[in-house]
């Protein structure tokens, strides 16, 4: 079962302002969510509402899952230093 992967306006500006070598490891770690949305190394934040987090590096991928409709989200993509203020 493949989920279908929908990305904010927000989350697409901030991948697209990434370097191309940090932009390549996120798009691949997306496209991995699309098979499987809630990987091992995925986490549900606590103060929220479905939102969960994937670690890239030092950035993180913030989204939400439906599984009704089978679609992924892809909220905020943001350095660690900003992503749990901002999302």
């Known amino acids: 079962m493949s989920y279908e992967l929908r990305m904010t306006s927000r989350a697409e500006k901030e991948l697209d302002d990434l370097p191309d070598d940090i932009y390549r490891r996120i798009d691949e770690a997306v496209l991995g969510l699309a098979d499987e949305p809630r990987p091992a190394r995925a ?30 989200t892809i909220g905020r993509v943001l350095h660690r230093r900003d992503a749990y203020r901002k999302f």
């Open 43 to 72: 986490v549900k934040l606590t103060d929220s509402d479905g939102r969960w987090r994937i670690r890239v590096g030092e950035y993180r991928v913030l989204y939400t899952v439906d599984d009704a409709a089978e679609v992924v």
